[in-house]
């Protein structure tokens, strides 16, 4: 009887077979710890609770909350359940194995971005995400839908579309298609700054289909690197000879990377690290 709120992402998957198959993909083990966001009315978490340690389920609609506790109560899976109310996004995750959810979808990015820099590290998640979301995820260098959300996610995780799930699987059906995607954390993580690579992917790939040379030309960007520069310049006694344009320097690293001309749709993961090494190399900093 409860009227869900799709404004908030509330879509209720309702198909056990779907269910079973997150479940089986997630290759749960009883001595897990697993963290489910926006557990609705507790479908999933119900399957999951027979399977594992714990579930720790958050929501944000207390109302769900109410027909979750209702749904274990006074049965065997009610103290492997711990419900926590609040938004995920500004709350700190607890410890976990695994991340096991059918995700509101508007906060699917920033959780992903949570999730990857989370520590201590989590074996895997399984997420079922809006698909154009999910082919994003995985997209690879000159397709379509890559960009800075593709690049930025394999740096830190190796991701696999698992499947696709249609709107009528859900109540009330969504108006997007469903894919259900795994991430999992590269443990150790590589020994990049990621504020520093975010810095430097977020400008090349705000016109992913331009050249890195025109992408650095914008006045924002080279006042930016600028600042950076005379900061690190200070920190480390070194003189800025009078002369001194900072758009000078961005196009002789750029030359001398090789990367002048190349452009961000079509750059992999190994590009940006040599680039991003070249502008740090000469004082040019992106965080």
């Not at 999951?48 to 958050?58: G, N």
Request: glycine share 6%; hydrophobic share 40%.
């Amino acid at each position: 009887g409860i009227l869900f709120n799709t404004g908030a992402g509330q879509h209720i998957l309702k198909n056990p077979l779907v269910v079973n198959s997150i479940i089986d993909k997630a290759a749960l083990r009883r001595t897990d710890v697993i963290l489910e966001v926006g557990p609705g009315t507790g479908n999933l978490t119900v399957k999951m609770l027979e399977k594992v340690k714990k579930v720790i389920a958050c929501e944000i609609d207390p109302r769900l909350v109410g027909e979750l506790q209702k749904r274990v109560q006074g049965t065997c899976l009610a103290n492997k359940l711990e419900i926590k109310v609040g938004d995920i996004l500004k709350t700190d995750l607890p410890f976990f194995d695994a991340c096991v959810a059918n995700l509101p979808y508007q906060i699917s990015s920033p959780f992903v971005f949570k999730l990857l820099l989370h520590r201590p590290f989590f074996r895997c998640a399984i997420l079922m995400f809006q698909r154009e979301f999910a082919l994003r995820l995985v997209a690879k260098p000159g397709s379509k839908l890559y960009c800075r959300l593709s690049i930025n996610t394999q740096l830190l995780a190796r991701v696999d579309h698992l499947m696709k799930v249609g709107k009528n699987n859900f109540r009330p059906p969504p108006k997007v298609e469903s894919s259900v995607v795994r991430i999992e954390p590269k443990n150790p993580p590589p020994p990049i700054n990621f504020q520093e690579w975010d810095g430097l992917v977020r400008i090349a790939f705000v016109r992913k289909n331009k050249t890195l040379s025109a992408a650095f030309k914008s006045s924002a960007v080279e006042q930016l690197l600028d600042h950076n520069y005379r900061i690190h310049c200070s920190l480390h006694n070194t003189e800025i000879p009078e002369n001194f344009k900072i758009a000078e320097k961005i196009q002789t690293v750029l030359k001398d990377t090789g990367y002048s001309e190349k452009r961000a749709r079509s750059m992999d993961i190994d590009d940006f690290i040599r680039l991003l090494h070249g502008f740090n190399s000469e004082g040019i900093h992106f965080s």
